[in-house]
């Protein structure tokens, strides 16, 4: 695994902090069909843009032309009082919190307060952001995404999310999907919340380990613990051991480890990875625990900015989007990409919050009845610099009442083997 380093802190909730932001790339419903189709041929300019080797010409150049995957960086001026990170938005001040976390002392030595300072200049370490603490999977894909950097544990998702929005972070890595447990949902909110943009992805097997103080015997357990996915993708194994004990939920599997090595737990084992029980002290009860060996994590990489989409390489593009007249508009843009060979490697709905049960008939006769409201994200295999996904979404334009890029990035093609461990 390639070496980071870890941080001190772990950033706490910034849910004081405003971050609510126009969607960019809305596309209103009150919109002529024409100027819609006008609308989408000025984001595009697929007729005039040429692409040299696949290419854009510069970055100023496509931020311009793709106003669905522009955005406007929110600016930061920070000064240190005490433990706390002052951030002016709009000129109010706000105060985040940093909470330091009680680690080993033979860890690396962490990201100090004085560090989170603006984007790094040319050459400096990238500040990645993930959810968990030191030793979970989260932060080896952050170093598998990229190598050598800082990485700064948080407490929440949205935390992640705020601490690359507000320059406390360079970039964030956060799981969208397992293939055994399926969608990370909440991550799928935070994308349309959050003025962020998708900007690569990473995928790294999962290697469960069963983890105990040392000394301590798998009789001597009465209760195993680790993140609800986890005990899951455990199930099985742990009754084959012979592990019929009570199994409790909690945030994270490294989370899991050291809350037993910091409380001295000798009757509770933890399912986390083996970088874990170097790290809080633990022994390996044993190893490779999952049910299936073919588990693996997705993860994608977040940025304040977009990349420029290129063709020389297999591009994946993600969208959202949702219709005022329901689901029907499904099929219709479905076929958009359909017709132009354009395969989909992911389809999700999440309810649409706004307006989250549509309301049909006539209710004076007592003919009415209720539909729930959903949004569509898709993931679909080109890139933005592909003239058959700029028309296709053109045409997905003309039915729907709401569209965003969330990002047009490089797909992740290194090949993985279930039986390397990763950790």
Same mark, same amino acid.
């Not at 976390?101 to 370490?125: C, R, Y």
């Not at 633990?282 to 063709?311: C, H, K, Y």
């Not at 959202?320 to 709905?349: C, P, Q, W, Y």
């Given at each position: 695994?390639?070496?980071? $380093?870890?941080?001190?802190?772990?950033?706490?909730?910034?849910?004081?902090?405003?971050?609510?932001?126009?969607?960019?790339?809305?596309?209103?419903?009150?919109?002529?069909?024409?100027?819609?189709?006008?609308?989408?041929?000025?984001?595009?300019?697929?007729?005039?843009?040429?692409?040299?080797?696949?290419?854009?010409?510069?970055?100023?150049?496509?931020?311009?032309?793709?106003?669905?995957?522009?955005?406007?960086? /929110?600016?930061?001026?920070?000064?240190?009082?005490?433990?706390?990170?002052?951030?002016?938005?709009?000129?109010?001040?706000?105060?985040?919190?940093?909470?330091?976390? %009680?680690?080993?002392?033979?860890?690396?030595?962490?990201?100090?307060?004085?560090?989170?300072?603006?984007?790094?200049?040319?050459?400096?370490?990238?500040?990645?952001?993930?959810?968990?603490?030191?030793?979970?999977?989260?932060?080896?894909?952050?170093?598998?995404?990229?190598?050598?950097?800082?990485?700064?544990?948080?407490? %929440?998702?949205?935390?992640?999310?705020?601490?690359?929005?507000?320059?406390?972070?360079?970039?964030?890595?956060?799981?969208?999907?397992?293939?055994?447990?399926?969608?990370?949902? @909440?991550?799928?909110?935070?994308?349309?919340?959050?003025?962020?943009?998708?900007?690569?992805?990473?995928?790294?097997?999962?290697?469960?380990?069963?983890?105990?103080?040392?000394?301590?015997?798998?009789?001597?357990?009465? =209760?195993?613990?680790?993140?609800?996915?986890?005990?899951?993708?455990?199930?099985? $194994?742990?009754?084959?051991?012979?592990?019929?004990?009570?199994?409790?939920?909690?945030?994270?599997?490294?989370?899991?480890?050291?809350?037993?090595?910091?409380?001295?737990?000798?009757?509770?084992?933890?399912?986390?990875?083996?970088?874990?029980?170097?790290?809080?002290?633990?022994?390996?009860?044993?190893?490779?625990?999952?049910?299936?060996?073919?588990?693996?994590?997705?993860?994608?990489?977040?940025?304040?900015?977009?990349?420029?989409?290129?063709?020389?390489?297999?591009?994946?593009?993600?969208?959202?989007?949702?219709?005022?007249?329901?689901?029907? /508009?499904?099929?219709?843009?479905?076929?958009?990409?359909?017709?132009?060979?354009?395969?989909?490697?992911?389809?999700?709905? @999440?309810?649409?919050?706004? @307006?989250?049960? @549509?309301?049909?008939?006539?209710?004076?006769?007592?003919?009415?009845?209720?539909?729930?409201?959903?949004?569509?994200?898709?993931?679909?295999?080109?890139?933005?610099?592909?003239? =058959?996904?700029?028309?296709?979404?053109?045409?997905?334009?003309?039915?729907?009442?709401?569209?965003?890029?969330?990002?047009?990035?490089?797909?992740?093609? $290194?090949?993985?083997?279930?039986?390397?461990?990763?950790?």
């Amino acid at each position: 695994m390639n070496s980071i $380093t870890p941080s001190k802190h772990i950033l706490k909730s910034l849910s004081s902090l405003d971050t609510t932001t126009l969607i960019p790339g809305k596309i209103h419903h009150h919109q002529s069909k024409r100027a819609r189709i006008c609308n989408i041929k000025a984001i595009y300019k697929q007729e005039t843009r040429n692409f040299s080797a696949g290419l854009v010409s510069n970055r100023a150049d496509w931020q311009t032309s793709c106003a669905i995957l522009a955005s406007n960086v /929110v600016s930061q001026q920070s000064t240190e009082k005490t433990d706390a990170e002052i951030v002016s938005i709009n000129g109010v001040h706000r105060t985040l919190d940093l909470v330091p976390v %009680q680690q080993e002392t033979n860890l690396p030595k962490p990201l100090s307060i004085t560090d989170l300072s603006p984007a790094p200049m040319h050459g400096s370490q990238l500040r990645v952001a993930y959810q968990g603490v030191p030793g979970a999977y989260s932060e080896a894909a952050a170093g598998k995404a990229y190598p050598n950097c800082v990485a700064i544990p948080c407490d %929440q998702f949205e935390v992640a999310f705020q601490a690359v929005g507000h320059w406390i972070a360079d970039r964030a890595v956060l799981p969208v999907e397992n293939s055994l447990g399926g969608s990370i949902h @909440r991550n799928y909110d935070l994308l349309l919340r959050h003025n962020l943009h998708i900007v690569g992805e990473v995928q790294l097997p999962v290697h469960h380990c069963l983890l105990a103080l040392p000394g301590v015997r798998k009789e001597d357990l009465n =209760r195993v613990i680790s993140h609800p996915q986890a005990l899951s993708q455990c199930e099985s $194994t742990l009754t084959k051991l012979g592990l019929n004990v009570a199994r409790e939920a909690v945030d994270d599997t490294a989370g899991a480890a050291e809350f037993i090595a910091t409380h001295n737990l000798r009757d509770t084992a933890a399912i986390a990875s083996s970088r874990a029980a170097e790290l809080y002290g633990l022994q390996i009860l044993a190893d490779g625990i999952q049910d299936d060996s073919s588990n693996v994590t997705r993860f994608v990489m977040l940025a304040r900015e977009p990349i420029i989409p290129r063709t020389d390489r297999p591009f994946k593009t993600s969208i959202v989007f949702a219709h005022d007249e329901g689901m029907s /508009v499904l099929f219709k843009v479905l076929s958009a990409f359909e017709f132009r060979n354009i395969s989909l490697t992911k389809i999700e709905s @999440r309810p649409y919050k706004n @307006r989250p049960i @549509r309301v049909v008939g006539d209710a004076s006769t007592g003919g009415t009845a209720k539909h729930f409201e959903y949004m569509f994200y898709i993931d679909f295999e080109a890139s933005m610099a592909d003239l =058959r996904a700029q028309n296709a979404l053109a045409e997905v334009q003309e039915f729907t009442s709401f569209l965003r890029v969330l990002g047009s990035y490089p797909m992740d093609m $290194t090949a993985w083997s279930p039986s390397i461990r990763d950790l």
